[in-house]
Structures are given as structure tokens and as C-alpha cells.
């Protein structure tokens, strides 16, 4: 009897393919074409702003479907999981290690050249961004206990949401990295990166939400980015990323505004004045962290009327290449505001 049954277990179980862990070898994760290369200073998160007609139908549309929304993810997305699953599988049939078996790492000296790998693939160019991916997913079930090891796979979802072209790639990874972050700060809530890649999902994932929801990601991006700041408050990008929130909020509709009152007791305010002294804080911090930081600077100053310092601004961002999607996106504006304040 027991020969019978594990001659129709290995029937139903072929052994697993040969599985590679180096960062060499082509993702099987990724349909996406390739785009520019991204450095921490991205555009990664934030409140968006809408147009309030189309806003509201889209509202109206997500509701119909029900929460069943939050369950679609792309198929790169699937795959990546379906990974993880054959690796639970080969531990059933006893094909991986006991220390695998156990979710665990054999020692604090086995998981810190793989953190160390996945921090030098994340900022590296859009092939090492998905090397890193790959490398973090197949060694979740060895790592995946830990809170160092989850907020970088929620940063490498990040960097895969940036990547992707089409809206439901990105959504889905953004909610997948999302629920990688919540995880990781179910381990414990003092640590500034947790906080930082909570919140920069939160706002990848607005971006893909009706009013209502990207009015309360705006909520919840704000308290982690102030969390991240408390924790650590010499790390410029989050002094960049709360500059941003500030400078949308700012700049939010009537019935945006009307909106946010609705949703929550606290009113959701921020002017131009606090985006320009957090920007400045990062640049402080970091001097060139980013392009957009300093066009946004520009911006600021002159929006505030203060058009010498804003001119003195512009041509600081025209010093530093662009190397994030933003400082591309941001480089019309910026040609924009060298003619306007060269009048």
C-alpha cells in the first residue's frame, strides 16, 4: 500500500524543474517592455490628483463590481506566485533542504549577502531591478519570516510597478508589494523603510484607484512618510516623497477637497510653502538627490512669486541629467519655466 501511494504521488508530482538563484539568468516574471533606469529618488507614490467627472464614474463602475476588484493581478504577477507554490510543493516531496522546510535562514551570515545583492540590483539599471525581483522570490519561503527580507521584496514590487506598461501590470504588482509591506510591518513598527515602501505602494496603487480610494491612500501615505521621517530623519527621500504629497495636496480640486472632508474628521491641508521646505530638507540632506526635487523647488518659488529664486533653481536642475521617469516627464515643465522666467 505505502509503495503504491508513492509511486501515484510522484505521478502527480513530476520533480521540480532545475532552479537557479543567480542573477544572471532571464526572469520568467516579466512581459513588460523596457524603460529607463530609476534610482531611489523615482516617482514612487504619492497623492494624485483627478478630474472629478471622470473620477466619479470610475467610482461608481468599482463599486458595482464589489471587492472582487482587489483580487485581480497580471499574469507575471500570478507566475511569481505559482513560484513560490512549487517551492512548497518540492518541500512536500523532500527535494529541498530541512532548513528551507522550516521557512527559516540557516544563520544571520546566509541572508546578508542576499539583502546586500538585492540592495545593489535596486539600484541598478531596469535588468538588475528585475534580477532582484527574481532573486527575492525565490528565496521567500528560506527568508520570508523576515522583516529585512519583506520590505525589500515590497521595494522590488515597487520597482516592477514602475517598470510595467500596461495599467493592470502595475496595479497589480503595487497591490501585491502593498500586502508584501503590511506583512513586514506586522513584524514591527519601528523600522523607517517598512514605513517608507508601505507608503510608496499605497500611492502606486492610488493611481489606479477611483477618488475616493486615492483620497484615503492620501491619508494613509502621510502617516507612514511622517513614520518614516520620525524614525529616520536623515533619509532624503522621504523628505522628497512627503514634499510631493504636499505639493499635490495643494493643489487638489474643490471637490477633491470637499471629499477628503467627507472621508475623515482631519482635514487633509498642505500648502506650497511646506512642499518648498521639504524639498529643501532633501536637498539639504543630499545635495542633486533629484531632478524633479529641484524643479519642483523652481515651481514652488514661483508659484510663492519669489522668481530669483526660483531662476537660480532651474538652472541648478538643468546641471543633472535626467534619470528617473519624473525627471523626464518633469523636462517640458522645466524648458517651460526657463522661457517664462527669462522674461
Known amino acids: 500500500m505505502e509503495e503504491n501511494q508513492k509511486v501515484a504521488r510522484r505521478r502527480r508530482f513530476p520533480l521540480a524543474r532545475e532552479r537557479s538563484d543567480s542573477t544572471g539568468s532571464s526572469s520568467v516574471y516579466f512581459t ?14 504619492g497623492y494624485t490628483t483627478a478630474n472629478a467627472e471622470s473620477d466619479y464614474e470610475r467610482d461608481s463602475e468599482r463599486e458595482s463590481d464589489g471587492d472582487g476588484e482587489d483580487e485581480v493581478s497580471c499574469e507575471t504577477v500570478k507566475m511569481g506566485r505559482k513560484d513560490s507554490l512549487d517551492l512548497e510543493v518540492e518541500v512536500a516531496l523532500g527535494l529541498v533542504p530541512e532548513a528551507l522546510e522550516a521557512g527559516g535562514s540557516t544563520g544571520q551570515e546566509d541572508v546578508l549577502p542576499l539583502l546586500q545583492q538585492a540592495d545593489e540590483l535596486h539600484q541598478g539599471s531596469e535588468q538588475g531591478k528585475r534580477e532582484g525581483f527574481q532573486l527575492l522570490l525565490n528565496n521567500k519561503l528560506a527568508h520570508g519570516s523576515r522583516q529585512d527580507f519583506l520590505w525589500r521584496l515590497a521595494r522590488a514590487y515597487s520597482d516592477m510597478c514602475e517598470l510595467a506598461e500596461e495599467a493592470s501590470e ?31 505602494l499605497c500611492g502606486q496603487l492610488a493611481e489606479h484607484e477611483g477618488i475616493q480610494r486615492r483620497i484615503q491612500s492620501g491619508f494613509s501615505f502621510k502617516e507612514h512618510v511622517d513614520k518614516a521621517i520620525a524614525l529616520k530623519p536623515e533619509n532624503p527621500m522621504a523628505h522628497f516623497l512627503l514634499g510631493r504629497w504636499c505639493y499635490q495636496v495643494s493643489h487638489l480640486s474643490w471637490l477633491e477637497k470637499k471629499t477628503a472632508t467627507a472621508l475623515s474628521e482631519s482635514p487633509l491641508g498642505a500648502t506650497v510653502q511646506d512642499a518648498l521646505s521639504s524639498f529643501l530638507k532633501a536637498e539639504e540632506l543630499q545635495p542633486g538627490f533629484s531632478k524633479a526635487g529641484r524643479i519642483y523647488i523652481c515651481k514652488c518659488y514661483k508659484e510663492l512669486g519669489k522668481n530669483p529664486e526660483a531662476k537660480q533653481w532651474m538652472k541648478l536642475a538643468l546641471e543633472l541629467p535626467n534619470v528617473t521617469k519624473e525627471d523626464s516627464a518633469f523636462q517640458k515643465d522645466l524648458e517651460e519655466l526657463e522661457v517664462i522666467l527669462a522674461e
Open 32 to 45: 513588460a517592455a523596457s524603460g529607463a533606469m530609476f534610482t531611489d529618488a523615482e516617482s514612487e507614490g
Open 170 to 200: 502595475k496595479r497589480s504588482y503595487a497591490l501585491s508589494g502593498k500586502e508584501e509591506a503590511e506583512v513586514a510591518l506586522e513584524k514591527g513598527n519601528e523600522n523607517a523603510e517598512c514605513h517608507q515602501w508601505y507608503a510608496v
